[in-house]
């Protein structure tokens, strides 16, 4: 009984710990659309692409926004008519908790490789 009892405070406890840090905000969705596509021109700028396009954005977790997903897809001038495309890159659009960064800042990190010279590594909390 009394093992029970010291189990059941220590994970009570523990649950106290950790409910401090996962607290963040919201990424706007329209702010993280505009972050996704002014990254996707500046790769186009950069690279040989003639065109690209974003998926639409998702919640990386179900639930909550504060890890935004979005897809970007780009074509050259050769795969500009076919069912394929250039390269593809996925990215995640998100904020630290609020103990780990004070001036709200977005961050964008790549999940997949890159289709420009410049790769995405944002801080991770």
């Known amino acids: 009984m ?6 059941a405070v220590a994970a009570a406890l523990a649950g106290l710990t ?3 840090t996962a607290h963040a905000d919201n990424v706007n969705l ?3 659309g505009a972050k996704c596509s002014s990254y996707a021109n500046s790769v186009m700028r950069q690279m040989d692409y003639v065109r690209w396009e974003r998926n ?5 977790f179900a639930g909550h ?3 935004t997903r979005c897809t970007i897809k780009y074509d050259t001038a ?7 495309w250039a390269c ?3 990215i995640d659009i998100y904020m630290l908790p609020h103990d780990s960064d004070r001036n709200r800042t977005i961050f964008m990190t790549h999940l997949t490789d ?3 010279y410049k790769v995405l590594r944002g801080p991770r909390p």
């Open 18 to 20: 950790f409910t401090g």
């Open 65 to 67: 926004s504060h890890y």
């Open 2 to 7: 009394r093992r029970k009892l010291v189990t």
């Open 114 to 116: 890159a289709c420009g």
């Open 56 to 60: 639409r954005l998702t919640q990386a």
């Open 78 to 84: 050769g795969t500009r008519y076919s069912k394929n």
């Open 30 to 32: 329209n702010t993280a």
């Open 88 to 90: 593809t890159e996925t």
